[in-house]
């Protein structure tokens, strides 16, 4: 049975509210989004792309497989090839149904990926030499490095790590290490370790879709690295909204 976490009730109050997020502005049609006939955003139009003739990721996307936030590895048979003391972990939280040890759950960041399966909307900005991604929840935000700098031998640990960035075709491949190990991968609980290494693959098959395709990477408590593909939709017409986790909070004394 799929546990249901205090964090993970908020994120999805927050989430059902996405229709009314506009409201908190005049509405605009922004001039770069391609409508159909009778003016709704034509999400199956193709992929922008930037001058220099990349894929342009940017947008405000939620994610539209909410299942692999509850379990990134549902699709492994098997499941994740966890590590024995790392399967131990994993199977004493998943009988936790209140979750009341999951970072979010006590307004604790989500770490990578986990944030990006969170219910809540983000935000992407490319600026010169960076990506920058906005979370709408618990007001997070990422930096992922363009320009060719590599990440020190020894970094301190990390909620979101340190990630650097690199054009494959079509993808951006995103790596990010130097994590702290405190993060769950879902929420189900599977566990890190400072030895994490994340791979994503970012990929913009039309206008309102976004493929992301995570390699984990963690030899501490996986037995070999594992990869899951997530999907996320594009929110043209709206914008994020401020996240203040422990305002008016009443979960964590249940």
Request: proline fraction near 11%; include cysteine.
């Amino acid at each position: 049975m799929q546990k249901f976490s205090a964090a993970l009730a908020v994120l999805i109050v927050l989430g059902c509210g996405l229709s009314v997020v506009e409201a908190q502005w005049v509405p605009r049609m922004p001039p770069n989004v391609p409508r159909t006939a009778d003016g709704r955003p034509d999400l199956s139009a193709p992929a922008p792309r930037t001058a220099d003739g990349r894929p342009d990721l940017s947008g405000i996307w939620q994610p539209a497989s909410l299942p692999y936030f509850r379990d990134l590895a549902r699709d492994i048979p098997g499941g994740a090839p966890m590590q024995p003391w790392a399967a131990a972990v994993y199977k004493e939280r998943s009988a936790d149904l209140h979750a009341k040890d999951e970072p979010d759950a006590n307004c604790l960041p989500q770490g990578v990926p986990k944030i990006n399966g969170a219910p809540a909307p983000w935000k992407v900005i490319p600026v010169p030499g960076a990506v920058v991604i906005l979370y709408e929840a618990f007001g997070q935000w990422r930096q992922i490095q363009m320009d060719g700098r590599t990440v020190a031998k020894d970094p301190n640990p990390s909620w979101l790590g340190y990630s650097t960035g690199r054009w494959d075709g079509d993808a951006l491949v995103v790596t990010t290490v130097g994590l702290n190990g405190k993060t769950w991968l879902d929420t189900s609980g599977h566990p890190t370790t400072e030895a994490l290494t994340v791979t994503e693959r970012f990929r913009r098959p039309m206008f309102g879709e976004m493929e992301i395709e995570i390699t984990i990477d963690d030899p501490k408590a996986y037995t070999r690295p594992w990869t899951a593909t997530h999907r996320a939709r594009l929110l043209p017409d709206t914008e994020l909204l401020e996240f203040v986790c422990l305002e008016n909070e009443k979960f964590q004394k249940h």
